[in-house]
């Protein structure tokens, strides 16, 4: 099994590479360790849910090299993904979809693909810490 682990220390090293390559950026890139609510995401104008995808695969393809984990193709394959928010406020998983961070997996050769074939099963799971948020993604080989 292959655990992934996306938290604000993450998000930390990412800032200051992403920084490093925009010094004139002034706001973050990616805001929080778990995948933006597709009902933030579908309310955007076209060139700005665009921008915060692109913005999503970008993270998420760093995240993979600075894991060392580019490459490996995995072919078949379950995901657990389990969101530990910040807050005890409601929060519907269905909304939680990880697009982006597949997405990314994807571009980085992580995974060969995202689809049926490849990606067997996909399940949510959350939790509270508000303390670490974070995103814990288990991946196991089949």
């Given at each position: 099994?292959?655990?992934?682990?996306?938290?604000?220390?993450?998000?930390?090293?990412?800032?200051?590479?992403?920084?490093s390559?925009?010094?004139?950026?002034?706001?973050?890139?990616?805001?929080?360790?778990?995948?933006?609510?597709?009902n933030v995401?579908?309310?955007?104008?076209?060139i700005?849910?665009?921008?915060?995808?692109?913005?999503?695969?970008?993270?998420?393809?760093?995240?993979?090299?600075?894991?060392?984990?580019?490459?490996?193709?995995?072919?078949?394959?379950?995901?657990?993904?389990?969101?530990?928010?910040?807050?005890?406020?409601?929060?519907?998983?269905?909304n939680?979809?990880?697009?982006?961070?597949l997405?990314?997996?994807?571009e980085?050769?992580?995974?060969?693909?995202?689809d049926e074939?490849?990606?067997?099963?996909?399940?949510?799971?959350?939790?509270?810490?508000?303390?670490?948020?974070?995103?814990?993604?288990?991946?196991?080989?089949?």
């Amino acid at each position: 099994m292959i655990t992934l682990v996306l938290d604000n220390d993450t998000l930390e090293r990412y800032n200051e590479y992403y920084f490093s390559l925009h010094p004139k950026a002034k706001k973050v890139p990616i805001e929080r360790p778990y995948h933006p609510s597709i009902n933030v995401w579908f309310t955007k104008k076209r060139i700005e849910m665009n921008a915060l995808k692109q913005k999503w695969k970008d993270f998420v393809v760093w995240w993979v090299n600075d894991l060392g984990c580019q490459g490996k193709l995995l072919d078949r394959f379950t995901m657990t993904i389990t969101i530990y928010f910040p807050t005890k406020a409601r929060h519907d998983l269905d909304n939680q979809t990880p697009k982006f961070i597949l997405d990314g997996f994807t571009e980085s050769k992580f995974i060969k693909d995202d689809d049926e074939k490849h990606l067997v099963s996909l399940t949510f799971k959350s939790g509270y810490d508000k303390e670490n948020p974070r995103t814990v993604i288990e991946i196991e080989e089949i």
